[in-house]
């Protein structure tokens, strides 16, 4: 019943990296794109990256040059590598996935940068 399962998240230092894995059911069929959004508390949610089905990639500008989004097809996975991570980065992450007749959204991962 679960379309989206992610994890990954968890507690790191300033500077520290995390990889987010985002597993999407074969049941909801061929997958036009996929996002990662994250919200803080009291903040609006916001884009992060998105990855195309054709491998285009897009990222926003305050995690631009400190993330990687890739996918692995064979494994309908979707992956977001963050690395020089900083306290402004805490917040909860979702994986969103966009198919030709619905969208899916995960049941978000805790991200928290602390010393």
């Known amino acids: 019943q679960v379309e989206l399962v992610e994890s990954g998240g968890g507690l790191v230092q300033p500077g520290g990296s995390l990889r987010l894995s985002c597993a999407a059911s074969r049941s909801i069929g061929r997958i036009n794109y996929m996002d990662w959004y994250r919200q803080a508390p009291g903040k609006q949610r916001e884009l992060v990256a998105t990855?195309?089905?054709?491998?285009?990639?897009n990222y926003a500008d305050s995690v631009k040059g400190r993330v990687t989004i890739s996918s692995d097809n064979a494994e309908n996975t979707v992956y977001l590598q963050m690395d020089s991570l900083k306290p402004e980065d805490t917040a909860v992450y979702y994986c969103?996935?966009?198919?030709?007749?619905?969208?899916?959204w995960g049941q978000g991962t805790q991200v928290t940068v602390s010393s």
């Open positions: 969103k996935a966009v198919t030709m007749g619905n969208l899916y």
């Open positions: 990855i195309t089905s054709g491998g285009t990639t």
